[in-house]
């Protein structure tokens, strides 16, 4: 299946770009995105296919894993491995980096951030028990839903699946360093986050310790420079 030639850019990354084309049979949706993964012409175009096939097939299968647990994620609906292209639904929403920004300037006193934080925190609990690690947990890839106001998850381009608690903790540890560098005063969300992710996680206490080590490694690392 190839992208349209019609098809419009929405997006373009260090390792995808992702196109979306309406569909004029459907008026009451936006269509569907195709995300295709450049080629590394540095790699031998052997490995390239391969690393880049399985790359492609990794992140439509813990896009499924997460859909069948309950959580809000893209719909996948067609794979085209030969080009390195996964065509999904087109979630029409702002993601949380959008929201917060919108409302910084008068305290996000338009955000309900108690529920906001509920469902982030519950989705990324319900996401690593699957061993799920997102690899690029950022206010960005976070989007809520025009209807409904459910939290998707996007974009799991790095995503992987790991047994490791450490993994696990690096991913909270990056989302949370995403909360304090774009958006300001959302301590207190950030820690209703938490809150919500350890009632819900199968393994709370484990990667409640591991975070506060990646945090004290962090802080060392700011400090030496």
């Given at each position: 299946?190839?992208?349209?030639?019609?098809?419009?850019?929405?997006?373009?990354?260090?390792?995808?770009?992702?196109?979306?084309?309406?569909?004029?049979?459907?008026?009451?949706?936006?269509?569907?995105?195709?995300?295709?993964?450049?080629?590394?012409?540095?790699?031998?175009?052997?490995?390239?296919?391969?690393?880049?096939?399985?790359?492609?097939?990794?992140?439509?299968?813990?896009?499924?894993?997460?859909?069948?647990?309950?959580?809000?994620?893209?719909?996948?609906?067609?794979?085209?491995?030969?080009?390195?292209?996964?065509?999904?639904?087109?979630?029409?929403?702002?993601?949380?980096?959008?929201?917060?920004?919108q409302n910084?300037?008068?305290?996000?006193k338009n955000?309900?951030?108690?529920?906001?934080?509920?469902?982030?925190?519950?989705?990324?609990?319900?996401?690593?028990?699957?061993?799920?690690?997102?690899?690029?947990?950022?206010?960005?890839?976070?989007?809520?839903?025009?209807?409904?106001?459910?939290?998707?998850?996007?974009?799991?381009?790095?995503?992987?699946?790991?047994?490791?608690?450490?993994?696990?903790?690096?991913d909270l540890?990056?989302?949370?360093?995403?909360?304090?560098?774009?958006?300001?005063?959302?301590?207190?969300?950030?820690?209703?986050?938490?809150?919500?992710?350890?009632?819900?996680?199968?393994?709370?206490?484990?990667?409640?310790?591991?975070?506060?080590?990646?945090?004290?490694?962090?802080?060392?690392?700011?400090?030496?420079?």
């Amino acid at each position: 299946m190839k992208i349209p030639e019609d098809a419009v850019l929405i997006k373009q990354g260090a390792e995808a770009v992702s196109f979306t084309k309406e569909h004029s049979h459907k008026k009451k949706t936006k269509g569907c995105i195709a995300k295709e993964r450049f080629k590394k012409t540095y790699r031998h175009p052997d490995l390239d296919q391969f690393l880049t096939a399985r790359r492609v097939i990794q992140e439509a299968r813990c896009l499924q894993k997460c859909k069948k647990a309950g959580m809000d994620t893209p719909t996948v609906y067609y794979i085209d491995v030969p080009s390195a292209t996964i065509f999904m639904e087109n979630i029409i929403g702002l993601t949380v980096k959008q929201k917060l920004l919108q409302n910084q300037d008068d305290g996000y006193k338009n955000v309900d951030t108690d529920a906001l934080a509920e469902k982030i925190g519950t989705s990324l609990a319900k996401m690593h028990d699957l061993n799920i690690i997102h690899g690029d947990l950022t206010t960005s890839n976070l989007l809520i839903r025009e209807k409904g106001d459910s939290v998707v998850i996007i974009d799991f381009g790095l995503s992987s699946t790991s047994l490791l608690i450490e993994d696990k903790a690096v991913d909270l540890y990056v989302l949370e360093r995403a909360f304090s560098s774009t958006h300001p005063q959302t301590e207190s969300m950030f820690a209703m986050i938490l809150d919500h992710y350890f009632k819900n996680s199968k393994q709370a206490k484990q990667v409640s310790r591991k975070l506060e080590d990646v945090r004290m490694r962090g802080r060392k690392r700011t400090m030496v420079g």
